[in-house]
T-cell receptor
Framework: GESVGLHLPTLSVQEGDNSIINCAYSNSASDYFIWYKQESGKGPQFIIDIRSNMDKRQGQRVTVLLNKTVKHLSLQIAATQPGDSAVYFC???????????FGKGTSLLVTP | DGGITQSPKYLFRKEGQNVTLSCEQN?????MYWYRQDPGQGLRLIYY???????QKGDIAEGYSVSREKKESFPLTVTSAQKNPTAFYLC????????????FGPGTRLTVL
């Protein structure tokens, strides 16, 4: 079946730099996308979401970009901090579906 | 405080035993979900429920069972038919389902001895 995937399994950035985490999806019927942050041993925490009728959405220090033409989703974190170190998952919700399809995650490591 | 809770945090089970994981939410959400997470992997859907007394199989339902007798509760039973049950189990809820953020509980780590 179609699935969500991530380009890079790990990403290391220096504190204060901007981070970009990418995600590719293959189901053109997906109409809702979410980014989650998961710290070790804990449940995922919501970061930001975007619907397919938008191409950009901003939150506090985070921006999600959606490119439906190439089926690509990215999460940008500005001024990355040590507390941002975690695994980041993108997830898609298929049109009229009720469950999220998760990617495998990208591990973000922020070094001082 | 509103939220979603799971218990226990750690659970050990002998092979051949059934075990039930608890999930409770006081967010007044209609939809609830169970996911399984293996090391270094994403989340895979086991079961979900859109409303009370109704639930549907997810991608990996074999060896699991659920019930939804109350809006607040969605317990998951891992049966002896589940061949590889050791994993991190996550429960989530959302207001309705489609186009809604899912709120996750803290998870239960199940280890089969």
């Amino acid at each position: 079946g179609e699935s969500v995937g991530l380009h890079l399994p790990t990403l290391s950035v220096q504190e204060g730099d901007n981070s970009i985490i990418n995600c590719a999806y293959s189901n053109s019927a997906s109409d809702y996308f979410i980014w989650y942050k998961q710290e070790s041993g804990k449940g995922p925490q919501f970061i930001i979401d975007i619907r397919s009728n938008m191409d950009k959405r901003q939150g506090q220090r985070v921006t999600v970009l959606l490119n439906k033409t190439v089926k690509h989703l990215s999460l940008q974190i500005a001024a990355t901090q040590p507390g941002d170190s975690a695994v980041y998952f993108c997830a898609e919700n298929l049109n009229s579906g009720y469950a999220l399809n998760f990617g495998k995650g990208t591990s973000l490591l922020v070094t001082p | 405080d509103g939220g979603i809770t799971q218990s226990p945090k750690y659970l050990f089970r002998k092979e051949g035993q059934n075990v039930t994981l608890s999930c409770e939410q006081n967010l007044n959400h209609d939809a609830m979900y169970w996911y399984r997470q293996d090391p270094g992997q994403g989340l895979r859907l086991i079961y979900y429920s859109q409303i009370v007394n109704d639930f549907q199989k997810g991608d990996i339902a074999e060896g699991y069972s659920v019930s939804r007798e109350k809006k607040e509760s969605f317990p998951l039973t891992v049966t002896s038919a589940q061949k590889n049950p050791t994993a991190f189990y996550l429960c989530a809820s959302s207001i309705e389902g489609h186009l809604d953020e899912q709120f996750f509980g803290p998870g239960t780590r199940l280890t089969v001895l």
